[in-house]
């Protein structure tokens, strides 16, 4: 499988700066350049996938594509038992076009009601490169509990209303050491970073 080298540009697929903030500084180590896709002005493609990987591999493609670059791009979302697995792939649609995080978390509470609390974060992430088909998607999963009301104004997104595992605090109050030692998004960069980074982080 190719992979990316110490000083290589790469194009983050997504207009969410908290999204871009946390890419970027797990690739940081590795030496990888990084932008993201909303500073060099690239349109976002319609995300009409069925999957997290499927919408993953849209915005990757389209990216690289576009910017002539290699694109990382991350599909990731909240998904709650009770709710059949939604928000799922709508999980920024639900927050609709102003984005507003605490309307959609108040929607999964009143939805959700008494039903199972049981909840999870699903990150796909693609890699794709201009000049290739090449376009591997890696997964990462945590499983946790919905909690109400939000807690925290650490995390992005459903952050202050899931608390992982084993854990006492949500994604939203813990430091983003903490939660990126155990996230979805972790999970799946560990196994991007076998299959596509260098092999050693850079010194």
């Given at each position: 499988m190719r992979?990316?080298?110490?000083g290589?540009?790469?194009?983050?697929?997504?207009?969410?700066?908290?999204?871009?903030?946390?890419?970027?500084?797990l690739?940081?180590?590795?030496?990888?350049?990084?932008?993201?896709?909303?500073s060099?002005?690239?349109?976002?493609?319609?995300?009409?996938?069925?999957?997290?990987?499927?919408?993953?591999?849209?915005?990757?493609?389209?990216?690289?594509?576009?910017?002539g670059l290699p694109?990382?791009?991350?599909?990731?979302?909240?998904c709650?038992?009770?709710?059949?697995?939604?928000?799922?792939?709508?999980?920024?649609?639900?927050?609709?076009?102003?984005?507003?995080?605490?309307?959609a978390?108040?929607?999964?509470?009143?939805?959700l009601?008494?039903?199972?609390?049981?909840?999870?974060?699903?990150?796909?992430?693609?890699l794709?490169?201009p000049?290739?088909d090449?376009?591997?998607?890696f997964?990462g999963?945590v499983d946790?509990?919905?909690?109400?009301?939000?807690?925290?104004?650490?995390g992005?997104?459903?952050?202050p209303?899931?608390?992982?595992?084993?854990?006492?605090?949500?994604?939203g109050?813990?430091?983003?050491?903490?939660?990126?030692?155990i996230?979805?998004?972790s999970?799946?960069?560990?196994?991007?970073?076998?299959?596509?980074?260098?092999?050693?982080?850079?010194?």
């Amino acid at each position: 499988m190719r992979r990316l080298a110490r000083g290589d540009r790469l194009v983050l697929a997504t207009h969410n700066a908290g999204k871009v903030r946390e890419i970027a500084a797990l690739l940081r180590p590795f030496g990888i350049e990084t932008v993201s896709a909303a500073s060099l002005g690239l349109a976002e493609p319609e995300e009409d996938a069925p999957d997290f990987a499927g919408n993953a591999r849209l915005k990757a493609v389209a990216a690289a594509r576009a910017a002539g670059l290699p694109a990382l791009a991350d599909d990731s979302g909240f998904c709650v038992a009770g709710l059949d697995g939604a928000p799922g792939v709508l999980s920024a649609r639900w927050a609709g076009p102003g984005r507003d995080f605490v309307y959609a978390m108040t929607r999964v509470r009143y939805e959700l009601a008494e039903g199972d609390p049981h909840a999870w974060f699903v990150c796909a992430l693609c890699l794709a490169w201009p000049d290739s088909d090449e376009a591997p998607v890696f997964e990462g999963r945590v499983d946790g509990v919905v909690v109400w009301p939000p807690r925290g104004t650490l995390g992005f997104g459903y952050d202050p209303i899931f608390r992982p595992e084993g854990g006492t605090q949500t994604f939203g109050e813990m430091p983003p050491a903490d939660k990126e030692a155990i996230s979805h998004r972790s999970r799946a960069f560990a196994q991007l970073v076998s299959a596509c980074l260098p092999t050693e982080p850079a010194p």
